[in-house]
């Protein structure tokens, strides 16, 4: 049987065959046309494939020239994924880890705390929907926010049944 193999079991393996002529281009361009990737994500994801570190940054710059590499559509896209269910420093330091520039993530920021409130009261809703009766029941929703990435501020105003307006 050409192409099988049999491991110790007896079953049949299957080898995925190597495509050592697929260019660096090719294969950034495979990647870039499941999902947004950072310049950063994608330099560490082609790194194995090249053989000079110049010709992916070369390849990076290319790309973005081109239009196929954005680091803002990046950042709109991971925005779009987790905001109605993360808070802005989770999704901050979401950005930081795929290496999106300091700036755009200061931007990102700014426009997801404007909304924070909202967005950590309808996750609380969601789960908890009646405000804590004990301690332990505060604590426990507390914490659960704060996994999500909102702000302790953030917090204590939803624990409180705050909207945020005042008193007016």
Do not use: C
Not at 109 to 123: D, H, N, P
Not at 128 to 134: E, F, K, M, S
């Amino acid at each position: 049987m050409a192409g099988k193999d049999r491991d110790a079991a007896g079953a049949t393996v299957r080898e995925r065959p190597a495509r050592p002529g697929r260019s660096l281009k090719a294969r950034a361009l495979g990647y870039l046309s499941r999902r947004e990737y950072s310049r950063g994500e994608l330099a560490r994801k082609l790194a194995p494939f090249a053989e000079e570190h110049e010709s992916i940054d070369a390849l990076i710059d290319s790309l973005e020239q081109e239009g196929w590499l954005s680091d803002a559509r990046f950042a709109e896209s991971v925005v779009h994924r987790r905001a109605s269910r993360m808070g802005a420093n989770r999704i901050v330091g979401e950005l930081r880890r795929h290496d999106v520039d300091d700036a755009l993530i200061e931007s990102v920021g700014a426009q997801l705390r404007e909304t924070e409130l909202s967005r950590a009261q309808a996750v609380w809703r969601k789960k908890y929907g009646q405000l804590p009766q004990t301690p332990a029941e505060r604590a426990k929703q507390a914490r659960f926010l704060a996994g999500r990435g909102f702000s302790r501020a953030t917090i204590v105003q939803t624990l409180k049944g705050d909207d945020g307006l005042g008193d007016e």
